[in-house]
């Protein structure tokens, strides 16, 4: 049997986010408020729909991205997360 012993790399995806929703491609774009997008409801509840899935996860170290769609989902994601106060 094959044992890994390197280290393993998950990409999680933002949740949902108002520009995600704003069907209009010109307002998209001219509207500043989409450039840095919240989650909607459902992109909260996506997020937090991760918490069962890393649970588990031996996490060494977490990147992301400065924009609040990102960081949100990170905080829902992660929220109860054993470890993620030692986490850098």
Not at 24 to 31: C, G, L, T, V, Y
Not at 71 to 87: R, S
Request: with cysteine.
């Amino acid at each position: 049997q094959h044992q890994h012993h390197g280290k393993t790399l998950f990409v999680i995806r933002h949740g949902q986010s108002e520009a995600n929703i704003c069907h209009d491609q010109k307002d998209r774009e001219k509207n500043e408020r989409y450039r840095d997008s919240k989650l909607t409801k459902t992109g909260v509840e996506q997020a937090r729909g991760l918490q069962n899935h890393v649970f588990n996860w031996d996490v060494d170290l977490i990147i992301v991205s400065p924009l609040s769609r990102t960081i949100q989902t990170f905080c829902h994601a992660f929220e109860k997360h054993p470890n993620i106060h030692n986490i850098p």
